[in-house]
């Protein structure tokens, strides 16, 4: 199994900024993939930003320019800065990765993991 933790969630003006972190723990042989989704009340889940193990990022039109995910391979930690935020990227953030796993001498390849959510409330 693997746990995800997150943090830095909060509430803020618009134009402010806030940094997201995530800490990836348990059974992990590689991380293929860390990413955020994020969803608002009354909208289907969507994806925020990803970053592969090579560091290929991809963000949603959105949020481009604004916001930009990275990395801590060695601390298998991802973060989301947000910077200039609007009233729109009011959401639950979640934390995603995709990992190769070994738990009791089984072997996964590809498990997905999401984290329990930090909301993310920007007034106007």
């Known amino acids: 199994q693997v746990q995800l933790v997150e943090s830095g969630g909060g509430s803020v003006q618009a134009g402010g900024s806030l940094r997201l972190s995530c800490a990836a723990s348990?059974?992990?042989?590689?991380?293929?993939?860390m990413g955020w989704y994020r969803q608002a009340p009354g909208k289907q889940r969507e994806l925020v930003a990803t970053i592969t193990s090579d560091g290929a990022t991809n963000h949603r039109d959105s949020v481009k320019g604004r916001f930009k995910i990275s990395r801590d391979n060695a601390q298998n930690t991802v973060y989301l800065q947000m910077n200039s935020l609007k009233p729109e990227d009011t959401a639950v953030y979640y934390c995603y990765t995709n990992v190769d796993e070994l738990e009791s001498e089984v072997f996964s390849r590809g498990s997905n993991y999401w984290g329990q959510g930090t909301q993310v409330t920007v007034s106007s």
């Open positions: 348990g059974s992990i042989l590689a991380i293929n993939a």
